[in-house]
């Protein structure tokens, strides 16, 4: 390493952010961000090149959720940027914590519209538009301190996307930032709520005779607590898919991820007492404009925004999700109750969903067989995953289906499996897609052969998008740009280096998913579900 890189601003904001632990970054390198990159090796990081910087973030996505620390992304200036926005926008709207970096122009250099490589008008504009926040620094100093704003954040705030732009001439430029500044900075106490609300949700929930606990998002750090409060109350819980897990789902006070269905929102509508843990209770999680509660509404989350979002809170609760549970544990009568028989609930959850979509939850149902107890499951905004295996599959742990129910992107499962998969390589990583997602990225099947990864793509293939041929046929129209050619989906994964297998027969379903965890090395099951 020559002087002049010895301790650039990229290095600077780089081992900042090792120091805080992260440990593998996703991205791609380019003309402008190299030297964000030079310090990598030097620090034990991790860099895992995606063949599109939508993957990167979508792989720092999964990569996050396994580790409880922000996903790192690296992008070049311009298009490289640009190509990372879905994702930026999926971890704003799925309030995901995410790290983006990108060079920008040099300072003085702003809006010149002189024609340089990779020019953009405004960069920080552009993605300060959907995300939380962006900022163009002017010093290496000011990178730093906007490292540490972003893990503030992230650590006491609701997690969302925020995006660093360093001009070219800082990020190459000597660094002049003190060791002691690029340490981590304290981690101020969890806010456990203000204690008047806390004590009138505690009295409306020791007095409820039918209470109720919605789980979303925001209770993944509290799973302990959350489940303990629902043991003490007796009271069944539901999730949003973000929630998933965060009561084993094989709890007998369980109802599942399954507030889509009509029958679990009228188990939430009827209780007496609805306390709603770190979710805004989003259109796109109900498959209903708003959840209706006929009883008082407990309502605990980080962001004080959220207490009143998509339904008005009796008592809302501003704080961290963990901390304001311990302090209701701590003021309810010991001793758990009894908990309600909910087999009747059960029944017509399952009824709902069965009826919805009959094939395609039986088609789930192979594959959730097939997967190991603590495999992470990627799913994808498929059919497979929206209409059945996310209500068949049973997580015993949070962020164990990673999925996008709100922003819904397609192209999302497999960069996900990889990135939870090196996060984590004591669980098998499965990514379950349709045809018409795993076009969308399946170019990473390369990163994760690259990267020499397990990873089990299940490609479940209904011949295009399904979903948006049925919608023209209701509309009275004659399916146009839905029926989509396919290519020899094994052969294609044998070209990447991968193993691809085509499964012909309902039977064989199961084992070739077993199979091909069991192999280990990137695997690709293609479904026909249209030949089965």
């Excluded at 063949?51 to 992008?75: K, N």
């Excluded at 504009?125 to 010093?139: N, P, Q």
């Excluded at 709603?276 to 009883?295: C, D, F, M, Q």
Aim: charged share 20%.
């Amino acid at each position: 390493m020559t002087d002049q890189y010895a301790d650039t601003a990229g290095r600077a904001v780089l081992e900042t952010i090792r120091n805080y632990g992260v440990t593998a970054v996703f991205g791609i390198p380019g003309t402008h961000n190299l030297e964000l990159y030079r310090p990598l090796a030097d620090l034990g990081i991790r860099a895992v090149t995606n063949r599109h910087e939508q993957g990167s973030g979508y792989g720092a996505d999964g990569w996050a959720q396994q580790t409880g620390l922000p996903g790192v992304v690296i992008t070049t200036s311009g298009p490289g940027l640009q190509n990372a926005m879905s994702a930026i926008g999926t971890a704003f709207c799925e309030s995901r914590p995410l790290l983006v970096l990108s060079p920008g122009v040099p300072l003085g250099a702003e809006f010149a519209d002189v024609g340089t490589l990779h020019e953009t008008k405004d960069a920080t504009a552009m993605v300060g538009a959907i995300a939380e926040w962006s900022r163009r620094v002017t010093t290496a100093a000011e990178a730093v301190d906007a490292v540490h704003d972003a893990f503030a954040l992230f650590r006491t705030g609701r997690p969302r996307p925020v995006h660093i732009e360093i001009p070219l001439d800082v990020l190459e430029a000597p660094a002049s930032v003190p060791e002691a500044h690029r340490l981590p900075r304290p981690v101020p106490s969890p806010r456990s709520g203000d204690p008047a609300g806390v004590a009138e949700a505690a009295r409306l929930l020791a007095g409820a005779r039918t209470p109720v606990i919605v789980a979303g998002g925001g209770s993944t750090d509290a799973a302990a607590g959350v489940t303990a409060l629902a043991e003490r109350l007796g009271a069944p819980v539901l999730t949003t898919l973000n929630g998933k897990g965060v009561v084993d789902e094989r709890h007998p006070l369980s109802l599942g991820s399954n507030l889509r269905l009509a029958a679990a929102r009228a188990v939430a509508e009827d209780a007496d007492v609805l306390l709603v843990i770190g979710s805004k209770l989003g259109e796109a999680e109900l498959w209903a404009p708003r959840l209706e509660a006929r009883g008082a509404v407990v309502r605990v989350d980080v962001s004080a925004a959220q207490l009143d979002k998509n339904l008005a809170a009796t008592v809302g609760i501003d704080g961290d999700a963990a901390a304001v549970v311990d302090a209701l544990l701590a003021q309810l009568p010991s001793g758990a109750r009894s908990p309600r028989d909910l087999t009747a609930e059960r029944a017509a959850i399952d009824a709902e969903m069965r009826e919805t979509a009959p094939e395609t939850v039986v088609l789930a149902e192979l594959i959730a067989e097939a997967l190991p107890e603590d495999a992470i499951v990627a799913g994808d905004s498929s059919q497979i995953v929206y209409m059945a295996l996310g209500s068949v599959l049973r997580s015993q742990h949070p962020h164990s289906l990673l999925y996008t129910p709100t922003y819904a992107t397609l192209g999302y499962g497999l960069p996900a499996a990889i990135g939870a998969r090196v996060a984590d390589d004591s669980r098998p990583a499965v990514t379950v897609i349709g045809d018409g997602a795993l076009m969308f990225c399946v170019n990473e099947l390369v990163t994760a052969v690259e990267q020499r990864l397990d990873v089990t793509v299940v490609c479940v293939d209904n011949g295009g998008y399904a979903e948006i041929r049925q919608n023209e046929i209701d509309r009275g129209m004659t399916p146009i740009g839905v029926d989509l050619v396919q290519p020899d989906w094994a052969a294609l994964a044998t070209a990447f280096g991968a193993t691809g297998r085509r499964v012909d027969r309902r039977a064989d379903i199961a084992a070739s998913i077993r199979d091909a965890i069991a192999v280990g090395g990137v695997q690709l099951v293609h479904i026909p579900q249209n030949a089965l």
